[in-house]
């Protein structure tokens, strides 16, 4: 065991922990620098429109290599040993920031910002592809804390650039020149960080495995997968959509606080400052807040708030209630950043990793850029007029805009990323209002499913674990649908008997009421006594058998099986996932009446599983079951034995 012991969450792992100090200092860097060297540029040319033009310029060049290179930054870090990537985009951004004020030319300011921009490029994604290498069971503790050191360091490195502004009157260096060198030794210290990390793999799984593929594959690859998966589709417009409305706050603070609130620099302080502590909030405590809803459902909302929390800024300008909203638009924001990343790391494989984590990372720069130039140019263009009896304020209108548009897009990523929706969304909106009222489990046991299509050895799994739980002290109850109880035997007679011939609704409620003798009389007593359930299916099976397989909605079948079985849900589910025309070949006997089902039936179902696994990563573990027994064995326990009654108890 490692001696990190007292950290909370992922920061246990010792090697996610120099990674995050590493991100820290690079995140803080990386901010300074951005106002050191917007600084630095108004400082090396005259006169009003002279600097403005220097400081577009800066952020041209910042903005330029993002459009150039999107698609081809991951592919460095999945190509490349990760860890070696980043601590030579390290030390590379030391030696810029170091060269930019002893350059001292605007010219190389130019360059050298779009360099580090590509560095900047480069890292990220190199670094959140050896996450899940670093802390694969905290996947989305990692994200809360990468998303806290790259974001929460914003606001610290405001301060610090202020402070360097009043130091300049005493030491005759400007505050851009301490800013950059100050930066420069944060990327060095970070390359040192980086370069004592031993536990990041030195290549992704496939590319290791041989068969190389070249760039251009690489690249192309990575964006037909973008395209055409819909869960990546739905991420990157939803996740965009929150930065957008962000930057619109940030962008446009100062002309709404100057203009509308009459506040000037105090209230735009305010606002950035709770931008930022809204978006802390929403990465801490978000996650905890929604829990088990499917993590799918939970970006979309989150967009809608944000985009809704900007149009009542722009509706009622009133200091104290604008900041409200926009610590809501921020919480909202942060929330769907940590959603959207989670769901990322969980889905994508190892080996296409870097190059979407490089995609939706380079968008999303690209959009928080674009936010924060577009959106005072906009209100710029519309200006101040008197209009009938109203008042119209470019930066009003601008918010306005901003949250319509979010509104819309978080719409359509709720659209995109649910494409077969299970459950309304309300009723898992009353549930989240339920839970902040009903704490901790609803009973002290644990309740463990294992779903899978024909021959994926569940069997074998559901004893193994049994007996592992048991040899801890544990009681430990294994079970099965259909069938566990007298009445279920007899249901599952008539449901497996390949003689008979069932309708579709009829096959589905049976189901339903095997299951509600069984959790009723089986499982539901067995978890008040504190013991473990290992069930062989449950309702899972129900959505993928008839809901996917037989093309009954989904909406329908789970309202049944919730119905049945009074909300009862599994703490964890393990989907043991094979191709049915391996698992089918596997299976012995005579075939059962679904077993004798067409093939394409099976492949139904297990996209079905996989869809559902998805929806939900937190409450599920998907093992691919073709590895060996043993293999697979042990994946399960490292994901049931942390959640075992004794500790559970301790939890709470
Ligand atoms: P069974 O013989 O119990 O075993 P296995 O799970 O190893 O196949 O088969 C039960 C069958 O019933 C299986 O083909 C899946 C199907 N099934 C459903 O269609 N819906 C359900 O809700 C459940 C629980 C099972």
């Known amino acids: 065991m490692e001696s990190g012991h007292h950290w909370p969450g992922a920061l246990a792992h010792r090697g996610f922990r120099r990674l995050s100090l590493a991100l820290l200092l690079s995140s803080f860097g990386d901010w300074l620098g951005f106002l050191a060297t917007t600084a630095l540029a108004a400082q090396l040319v005259d006169g009003f429109e002279g600097q403005s033009f220097a400081i577009g310029a800066v952020l041209a060049f910042r903005l330029l290599p993002g459009v150039v290179l999107a698609p081809l930054v991951g592919v460095v870090a999945d190509r490349f040993d990760r860890r070696v ?18 350059v001292g030319t605007l010219t190389w300011l130019l360059v050298a910002s779009a360099l580090v921009e590509v560095l900047s490029l480069i890292w990220i994604p190199a670094k959140e592809a050896s996450v ?48 950059l060198f100050v930066d420069a030794g944060t990327f060095l210290f970070a390359a040192v960080q980086v370069a004592r990390i031993r536990e990041i793999p030195s290549h992704s799984e496939s590319v290791s495995a041989g068969a190389t593929p070249s760039v251009v594959q ?57 931008v930022f502590v809204g978006i802390a909030l929403g990465v801490a405590l978000g996650p905890r807040l929604v829990r088990d809803v499917s993590r799918r459902r939970v970006l979309g909302p989150a967009i809608v708030g944000a985009g809704l929390s900007l149009v009542f800024m722009s509706a009622v300008p009133v200091l104290a209630l604008v900041v409200v909203a926009t610590l809501l638009l921020g919480s909202c924001a942060g929330l769907a950043y940590v959603t959207g990343l989670t769901l990322l790391g969980a889905e994508v494989e190892d080996a296409l990793r870097g190059r979407t984590f ?18 005072p140019g906009l209100a710029g263009l519309v200006g101040i007029h008197r209009w009938g009896r109203f ?6 209108v601008t918010l306005l805009l901003g949250g319509l548009l979010a509104v819309f897009v978080g719409g359509l990523s709720y ?41 994926a050895g569940k069997s074998t799994q559901v004893s193994r674990l049994a007996h592992l739980l048991e040899s801890t002290g544990l009681e430990v109850v294994v079970t099965r649908e259909p069938g566990a109880t007298e009445v279920g035997a007899k249901i599952r007679t008539m449901l497996l008997d390949p003689a008979t011939t069932l309708s579709v609704r009829t096959e589905a409620l049976l189901y339903a009421a095997d299951r509600a003798q069984h959790v009723a009389t089986v499982v539901r007593p ?5 013991a473990v359930v290992i069930s062989d299916r449950y309702v899972d099976s129900s959505l993928a058998y008839q809901g996917a397989g037989r093309a009954l909605s989904l909406d329908e079948v789970a309202q049944l099986s919730r119905w049945a079985t009074e909300g009862l849900r599994p703490d964890v589910t393990l989907l043991l996932d094979i191709d049915p025309e391996v ?38 573990l998907v093992v691919s079951a073709v590895q060996t027994p043993d293999e697979v064995h042990a994946a399960i326990a490292a994901r049931v034995l942390p959640l075992a009654p004794a500790q559970r108890l301790e939890r709470v």
């Open 85 to 102: 990537t980043m601590v030579v985009c390290d030390l590379l951004r030391f030696g810029l920031f170091l060269s930019m004020p002893l």
């Open 132 to 179: 899940p290498h670093l802390a694969k069971e905290q996947l989305e503790s990692a994200n809360q804390i990468s998303l806290f050191a790259t974001y929460g360091t914003a606001p610290l490195a405001a301060v610090v650039f202020g402070v360097l502004g009043v130091l300049k009157v005493r030491t005759h260096e400007s505050a851009a020149n301490i800013g």
């Open 218 to 274: 690489s690249v192309r690859e990575g964006l037909r997968f973008a395209r055409s998966s819909r869960l990546v589709r739905g991420l990157l417009v939803g996740m965009l959509g929150a930065l957008a409305a962000t930057g619109v706050v940030v962008g446009n603070g100062k002309t709404f606080s100057d203009t509308v609130l009459n506040g000037g620099e105090g209230a735009f302080a305010l606002l950035f400052g709770s």
């Open 358 to 375: 490089g995609l939706v990372n380079t968008l999303m720069r690209l959009a928080l850029l674009l936010s924060l130039t577009v959106a």
């Open 391 to 396: 008042d119209v304020n470019g930066a009003s």
């Open 415 to 455: 659209r995109t990323m649910n494409d077969r929706p299970g459950i309304p969304l309300r009723s898992d909106l009353v549930r989240v209002l339920l839970r902040r009222r009903v704490r901790g489990p609803l009973h002290p046991g644990l309740f463990v499913v294992f779903e899978g299509g024909e021959g």
């Open 526 to 530: 067995a978890l008040e006594r504190g």
């Open 583 to 620: 698992g089918l070949a596997r299976a012995t006997g005579s075939p059962d009446r679904i077993e004798q089902e067409s093939l394409a039936f099976h492949r139904a179902v297990r996209q079905g599983f996989l869809d559902l696994a998805s929806a939900e990563p937190t409450r599920y």
